[in-house]
């Protein structure tokens, strides 16, 4: 399909209002809520359940459409031919259980590899971050500006203090020079909002050392209107079918904080 971008983007804003409804209905609830691969990976009723609603919802709507998601659609997804659906029900998980507050739903739609309409909505404050592909980058009604440059000393990063806490670490150390030449770090907890506050400049940076595709697909599209640069940490586009670490910043910026950050083999 080469369709109306346009139009797949209001229905699945359409959706995701829904969704939204749902999942703020369910925090005055007591959640049922699971570890998945480690104590701090956890999942509730409603990842599930918000990720099976969007899956009927685009199944219905657009049957030739495929979709990857973070719960349990797609896993025997090989390729990105064709249009492609990567949806996060909840980013932020650990935000929607403990705190209520700071989570997103997460959609993006790619055509043959190519990210067409991203949307990342802030549940609890009530935000919506979207982009279609050479449209420009909205939150709610208004258009974003086209980033600006900024330099280290007055750049605030956004970044999970997770990372500087690893003993193991080769470049702990120059992750730390980093962190001490910045204006200042920041963790919101989930990397949906964060690339969003990148795009509108709350944010001059993000930086994670393992990220999935469902966690910035979306993300990359609207970055990629206000001319942020979003690469792994060695400067290459990010894959959409498997995770990789993720550097996003102005382009001066991204330079410069190349230079700090390294490989590792993940969590
Ligand atoms: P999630 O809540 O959808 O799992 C937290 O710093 C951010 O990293 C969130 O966006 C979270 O997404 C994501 N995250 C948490 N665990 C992860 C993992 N094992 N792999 C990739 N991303 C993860
Ligand atoms: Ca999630």
């Known amino acids: ?33 699971e570890q998945k691969s480690n104590p701090n990976d956890l999942v509730t009723e409603m990842d599930i359940k918000i990720e099976r609603f969007l899956k009927e919802r685009i199944e219905n709507t657009f049957p030739s459409h495929r979709i990857l998601g973070e719960e349990e659609t797609g896993a025997n997804i090989k390729t990105t031919d064709g249009v492609l659906w990567i949806i996060d029900p909840i980013d932020g998980t650990t935000n929607f259980v403990h705190q209520k507050f700071n989570f997103a739903i997460s959609v ?73 030449k910045s204006r200042s770090v920041r963790s919101y907890g989930s990397a949906a909002i964060e690339l969003a506050y990148v795009a509108c400049g709350r944010l001059d940076s993000y930086i994670s050392f393992h990220l999935s595709p469902w ?49 590792h083999r993940g969590f």
């Open 108 to 180: 993006a739609v790619v055509e043959n590899g190519v990210g067409k309409v991203g949307i990342i909505y802030n549940v609890m404050q009530d935000e919506w971050f979207t982009a279609v592909e050479g449209e420009g980058a909205f939150l709610n009604e208004r258009r974003l500006p086209a980033a600006t440059e900024v330099d280290l000393p007055e750049a605030i990063i956004g970044l999970n203090g997770r990372w500087l806490a690893r003993e193991t670490r080769r470049d702990e150390q120059s992750l730390h020079t980093m962190v001490r």
């Open 1 to 33: 399909m080469t369709g109306n971008w346009n139009d797949v983007k209001s229905t699945a804003v359409l959706w995701m209002d829904e969704a939204g409804k749902m999942l703020k209905e369910s925090l005055s609830r007591s959640l049922h809520v």
């Open 215 to 263: 966690d910035y697909a979306a993300g990359l599209v609207m970055l990629k209107e206000v001319g942020i640069i979003v690469t792994d940490f060695k400067g290459k586009p990010l894959p959409l079918l498997t995770w990789s670490p993720l550097l996003a910043a102005r382009p001066h910026l991204h330079d410069q904080l190349s230079l700090y950050v390294h490989d």
